[in-house]
């Protein structure tokens, strides 16, 4: 009997261990190596920063699509795309210019684009101001505000006198023109105020109208019926000034959408889940998250009991934790964000808790939907055009990567313990097949002593 059991046993090893094997084999592995090659070619020069209403922008959705596409991940709805209109900053004809003028007209100053002054890329509700002291309202330290009209503009210098940084454009703001100077500007205009000259600025951008678009995959579950996971991330950025610098975007946020494409290859080779996983790439973001607006509202009878893992700047110095941000009104006793804290204690990686409305979470927490954003809280260099792929960090991707993973997989795969717990289940069928390789020597070692007999 004895002998039977553990034939038996051996059996089930043997065959474990070759269908783990097999698993191994077919399984596509997560490559951080990868995830930054995808970075490399999504921040370089030929994409243009993705400002969304841009050809480039449409160009990089095109490339995830076709990302998704190889990997056998199925369009979401007809198309794999989700249409929408944004506001956008157009560029138009001309050059931009801040320069001072006299009582009569004359330039007395010009100041030099890119070194003096540049845009900020708040808004463009207008484009050209001109100002004296008397039509300034507000002439401070750090800034000079001009109300005109119903329009409000704003001159400042930034306080590490650093002009390259860009902020994200918002139809909706309360400025119409804001320019970023340096110190030694400001005073400079301050004085030439002072002595009765005017201002005259121009910025060729102006407010326009732009169809673009979401790209949306997934894989089916066994029971469709089941709330679905997203899995997420924002793919536009901020285009390039009139110099040609191009602001990249390779942490913020090539990173995020590359590593959704990995995990999306490494996903559909481990089977079908229990239930959908959603594939998206967010566009709008930097627009004020609206393309996860757009989803979100548009599907929400469907993801509204779902959970939404959002990755956005990933890949920062390995000296910055990983950080697990939920929406300003969350806590650590939120669900989705103790279940992932959890995970990083476990693991004992370095992570912090952040609460703010500054990623495409924040849209699915005002609707009540389970969401985090995984996120490398490393700003030194993004919105610039220093954040280039060359200071992606690898290590920092294998971190988020072991985090999130044991998250999705738990959500995504619980009625598969192949999936769960591969490791487990090859190293212990190995063990087994290797007792069964001793029992067979053995088996056969006592059988040829009882012929030689």
Known sequence: MNKKIITAFLILSLLLFAYSIQKFIFTYHFNSAQVKSNITYLSSDAFKGRMPGTLENELASTYIKSQFQSSGIMPLSATYYEDFNVVYP????????????????????????????????????????????????????????????????????????????????????????????????LKSIKDYLSKDNNVDCYIPYRENTAKINNVLGYISGRDPSLPPIVISAHFDHMGEDFSGNIYSGALDNASGISFVIEMSKYIKSLGTPDRDIIFAGFNAEEYGFKGSSTFAKTYYSRIKDGKVFNFDMIGGS???????????????????????????????????????????????????????????????????????AEFINTSSIDTCYTVASKEILTSAFSKNPIVLYDKFILVFSAVGSAFAGIYVVLIFVKNKKKLQK
């Open 90 to 185: 157009q560029k138009i004809d001309g050059l931009p210019c801040l320069r001072i003028l006299d009582k009569s007209g004359e330039v007395i100053k010009s100041f030099q684009y890119n070194k003096d002054f540049k845009e900020d890329t708040l808004s463009f509700k207008q484009n050209h101001i001109s100002f004296s002291k008397a039509s300034s309202t507000n002439i401070n330290n750090d800034f000079i505000k001009i109300v005109s009209g119903n329009n409000i503009c704003v001159f400042y210098a930034p306080t590490d006198d650093k002009i390259s940084f860009r902020s994200s454009f918002d139809a909706n703001s309360k400025l119409a023109l804001l320019i970023i100077v340096k110190k030694d500007v």
């Open 318 to 388: 390995s000296s910055v934790p990983l950080s697990i941000m939920g929406a300003k009104k969350d806590n650590t006793n939120t669900p989705l964000v103790n279940e992932v804290s959890n995970i990083c204690g476990e693991s004992h990686i370095k992570y912090k808790l952040m609460f703010q409305d500054a990623s495409d979470h924040s849209p699915f927490r005002s609707l009540g939907i389970n969401a985090v954003t995984f996120c490398d809280d490393d700003t030194s260099k993004i919105h610039t055009p220093s954040d280039k």
